[in-house]
């Protein structure tokens, strides 16, 4: 899958200022609601809220893949934001987030869409090399390409 058809450069913040789990969450819906991939930010927050009630998001190596199925999604997309701040999250090894990767996923692609780019990721991420990448990289445009080099690899 092309990354680029979910992920545009506009939804990923390389300097976020969040401190708390909570603001680093509302700071990326914030560019989903800019662009309309979120019609209803309230609903949309409730819905990630209620998925990470369920066991945390926390990935290793620094990232979180937190994610909203919902409603207030009007197609599925992701945003990216790394972190001035390291985050306190309940991750997998222990370690303080850096990065977050968050789906907002239309109920109509929980099943498919949502699977093939949570595979996607949750791949490239595997990867010792790309994740130091997603942690240094400065061009918004190349953290795209990353993803979509991991896919044709995978290919």
């Given amino acids: ?15 976020m200022v969040a401190k708390t789990k909570e603001e680093a969450i509302e700071e990326l819906t914030d560019l989903l609601v800019q662009d309309g991939s979120v019609i209803n930010k309230d609903e949309f927050l409730r819905d990630v809220w209620l998925r990470e009630d369920q066991g945390s998001t926390g990935f290793e190596n620094h990232i979180a893949i937190p994610h909203g199925k919902s409603l207030a999604v009007s197609h599925t997309t992701l945003a990216i934001g790394r972190t001035l701040n390291e985050i306190p999250w309940e991750t997998m090894d222990g370690s303080d987030i850096r990065c977050v990767i968050l789906f907002a996923v239309r109920l109509e692609d929980q099943n498919t869409t949502h699977m093939r780019l949570l595979t996607q990721v949750s791949s490239a991420l595997a990867d010792e090399e790309i994740i130091e990448q997603l942690l240094k990289e400065k061009d918004p445009q190349n953290i795209i390409d990353i993803f979509n080099t991991e896919s044709d690899v995978a290919a």
């Fill in 1 to 15: 899958m092309d990354i680029s058809e979910v992920l545009n450069a506009k939804h990923i913040k390389l300097n």
